[in-house]
Structure formats: structure tokens, C-alpha cells
């Protein structure tokens, strides 16, 4: 192993062992080369007659560049575009999103949060979490309702094992026996990796305050159990909050609860901030030990390094100036309103008498989506009828349920959507297709 490998483990050995435990054998082996790049970072600091350390090409000072390209980019100078990014992103954009962090989340205090990592979007931060700490075999414990990427990200390429709960009760609120067995099972592997969406995706649901506190009190009586606990946040639709949920990320809640649980908080700007082809997110750890942060953020750095090696620059300056925007705040509450206008509606509309037969919902109060429960037709037959019949798309989770992007339906598209839903529902039920009841069980 590397010695820089070794360092790094022995610093995070010395602080807290649990965290070390959590690592997996590649997040052992990570860290961050003192090659081209951290070479170049010191001569960047110091080399102030020739810095002739990285691979770019310069012009009379600036990044070199296409005029017909700087043409269209005429309020960004070359040196916020053109060159690379460092492997952690741009550090003026890390530190405007620590402030928005500590801004959005009073419960989050500075002292023990590390500075986030950008990310080449949510996506890329979940894989630099399955890369860090998951090994072969190793649980991750989420919710039945989750986003079908996971898969891809936790099972297909490191080979954990998704253990699941059920999100809801009988009373439609987080299931938190559910959790509580789901986790405590992992007592004797003594380590899991645990994953909560909020707003969740595919039911637009997050947890009420008395429900947080029953996770946190799970999260505390399984790390009082010897369980060491990675805790992911998927952040990705955090700030869409349009009733009587909780307002703030639980990263800030377990920032230094417990010696064996450590908070990961995954976010971005792509659906925050309706960028989603600037494709800009960020990682952040939370850790009352410094060294720990910093002994993760090498780790972190060089495996970005040795994957896409940094995220865009150009994006990262569109989002640092946008963050900077005296109309950042304006402009986002207008959009907000926007997002509560449709998800109101569209409550009002499937809760209606004529529609009971149908469908049910399960409980939605925040980010893009709603999740039907259909009562008479299996989802995916539901699915392809809609889309062939009258060119509407929705996605079929499973035999039960249909998920609903009202994000990208306007307002008052909304009633004839859910309308041309139920159309389809009769054609169906005329035609005989019922659903699967095995299938769902």
C-alpha cells in the first residue's frame, strides 16, 4: 500500500477508529497523489515570475482560447473557463456553498463540517461514497421507495447488499420499526451503510420533526449497538419543501452525535437550483476532528483524480456567480412557489371523489414527485397504454405504483394529466387488465 495510503489511515486510526473500520479496501488504499497537481497547486502559491507546471497552453497571460467561443462567454473572463479545475472543484464555489449550507440548516455548525467537494453532479457524489466505504456484501439499509440507480451505484459496481424497509406505516408516517429492525440487523457485521432520500424520490415525501427524532433515536441505539454507520444524505431535491415537513438536511442533526456515525451530505445545485446539465454538486463529510476531514478529503481528491480527474470549470463559474446573484434568492422563492403551486394542485385533484376507485397516493409533501397507488391495473400495462394511446409519460415503479413528475407539468395542465391517468385506468379495467395482486405482495 502506498505510504500516502498509510498516512492518511493512521491519521484517521488516531482520531476515530470507527471511521476507519467504515472505509472500504479501496477507500483504504485512496489518496492523493504528490504528482502534477498538488506540485502545481504549491507553484500556483510561489512561482510568481513562470509557472510552468501544468498542461495547458497561455496567451499574453490569460488561458488560451477560441475567440468565437470567449464571444459567447463575454461576462467570464478566460481564467474562469478554460482552465482545469482542481480535483475538489473551484474554492470560492466550495466556500459559497459551506455558507448556503450553514445558511439553509441552523442546526449545522461549522466546527464540524468539512468544506464540500464538488462533484460532477449527485450521481458522481454517491459513486465517490460507494467507491470510499462500500466493500463486497456490505448493507446498505434504505427505504422500498428508492431511486432504481442505487442499484447500479451500491450493488452492480461494488457489490453491496440493499437492504430494505418499508418507508411508510399503516398510518401513512416514516416507518420507523421498520428501520429499527432493518438496521439493527447488521449488529453482528458491525458496519452499514445507511441511505435516506429527502424529499424522496419517487414520493415526494420527507419525514415530520417527531418522525426525524425516531430516526436519529435508530441511528444512536444502533451506533450504542457497536454498529459503525456511514450515513448518506441524498440531498438532491433539498429546499422543496411545500407543507408540515422538517426544513432542514438531517446532516446537520448527526454532525457529531455519535463516534460511529458519520454523516455524509450529497446535494448540488442540478435540481436545487434547475441546472441540470451544468451537472455541479458537491460531497461533504461532518466530523468533530479536523484531521479526519481533511485525511477524507485526500482520499476523496485523489480518487476523483484518478476517475474525471476534476468537474467542469465553466459550469462551476456559472454557478459561483449565480450563488454570488443578488436576485439568487428572489429568483429561487418565485420557482419555489411555482413547485408548491403544482404539488397543491395536484393534491387537490387526485384526492377527489370520482378518482377513489382508482388510486390511492402515498404521502407527498415536497420535492418533484408524487407516487399513485393504483387499485384495479398493474402500472407498467397502465404505462405503456398511456403512452400509446395518449402520448402521456409517467414511470411504473412497480406492479402498484405509478410515479408523477408534476416538476414538469404546468399548473394548468395539471387536471387534464390526471384525467387522461383515469381514462386509462377504465380503458383498462374495460378491457380486463387488472393488476397483479401477487406481484405487488
Not at 513562470?50 to 499574453?60: C, H, L, R, S, V
Not at 420535492?367 to 409519460?393: I, P, S, T, W
Not at 404546468?410 to 394529466?417: G, I, S
Request: contains cysteine.
Amino acid at each position: 500500500m502506498n505510504e500516502l495510503a498509510l498516512n492518511l489511515n493512521e491519521m484517521i486510526k488516531k482520531n476515530n477508529p470507527h471511521v476507519f473500520d467504515l472505509l472500504s479496501d479501496l477507500g483504504k488504499k485512496l489518496y492523493y497523489p504528490n504528482g502534477i497537481l498538488s506540485q502545481s497547486a504549491e507553484a500556483t502559491q510561489k512561482a510568481t515570475r513562470f509557472n510552468a507546471t501544468i498542461g495547458i497552453a497561455t496567451e499574453k497571460k490569460v488561458p488560451m482560447h477560441f475567440e468565437h467561443i470567449q464571444e459567447t462567454l463575454s461576462e467570464y473572463s478566460p481564467d474562469e473557463v478554460y482552465p482545469y479545475a482542481p480535483p475538489s472543484g473551484k474554492l470560492t464555489l466550495r466556500n459559497e456553498w459551506k455558507r448556503k449550507l450553514l445558511r439553509d440548516n441552523p442546526s449545522l455548525h461549522e466546527s464540524s463540517m468539512g468544506l464540500p467537494i464538488t462533484t460532477n453532479a449527485l450521481t458522481h457524489g454517491l459513486s465517490l461514497t460507494a467507491d470510499l466505504f462500500v466493500d463486497e456484501n456490505d448493507a446498505i439499509i434504505l427505504p422500498d421507495k428508492y431511486w432504481g440507480n442505487y442499484q447500479t451505484i451500491f450493488h452492480v459496481r461494488r457489490g453491496g447488499n440493499l437492504k430494505t424497509f418499508k418507508l411508510f406505516d399503516e398510518n401513512d408516517t416514516f416507518n420507523i420499526p421498520s428501520f429499527r429492525e432493518c438496521l439493527l440487523q447488521q449488529k453482528d457485521a458491525g458496519k452499514a451503510m445507511v441511505l435516506l432520500n429527502f424529499p424522496n424520490n419517487p414520493t415526494g415525501y420527507t419525514p415530520k420533526e417527531n418522525e426525524v427524532q425516531g430516526i436519529i433515536s435508530v441511528l444512536m441505539e444502533a451506533a450504542e449497538a457497536g454498529i459503525n454507520l456511514a450515513v448518506i444524505l441524498d440531498d438532491a431535491y433539498f429546499g422543496l419543501f411545500f407543507e408540515d415537513s422538517v426544513k432542514e438536511s438531517l446532516f446537520g442533526r448527526l454532525a457529531g452525535i455519535h463516534p460511529r456515525i458519520l454523516p455524509i451530505k450529497v446535494d448540488g445545485a442540478t435540481k436545487e437550483n434547475y441546472v441540470w446539465g451544468l451537472r455541479v454538486g458537491f460531497l461533504t463529510f461532518a466530523s468533530d476532528s479536523p484531521t479526519i476531514l481533511e485525511a477524507l478529503e485526500q482520499k476523496t481528491n485523489g480518487l476523483i483524480r484518478g476517475t474525471i480527474s476534476s468537474s467542469s470549470h465553466l459550469s462551476q463559474t456559472v454557478i459561483l456567480r449565480s450563488l454570488q446573484s443578488s436576485k439568487f434568492e428572489e429568483e429561487k422563492c418565485k420557482k419555489h412557489n411555482i413547485m408548491k403551486r403544482r404539488a397543491t394542485k395536484v393534491k387537490e385533484i387526485i384526492t377527489r371523489e370520482e378518482y377513489k376507485e382508482a388510486w390511492g397516493f402515498y404521502p407527498f409533501n415536497s420535492g418533484y414527485f408524487m407516487c399513485l397507488k393504483l387499485n384495479q391495473v398493474d402500472a407498467e400495462e397502465l404505462r405503456v397504454h398511456l403512452l400509446n394511446e395518449y402520448g402521456v409519460g409517467t414511470i411504473a415503479i412497480s406492479s402498484s405504483d405509478l410515479r408523477i413528475a408534476f416538476s414538469c407539468v404546468e399548473e394548468e395542465d395539471l387536471e387534464e394529466l390526471f384525467e387522461l391517468i383515469y381514462r386509462g385506468i377504465n380503458d383498462l379495467v374495460s378491457k380486463g387488465v387488472s393488476i397483479d395482486v401477487q406481484k405487488t405482495l
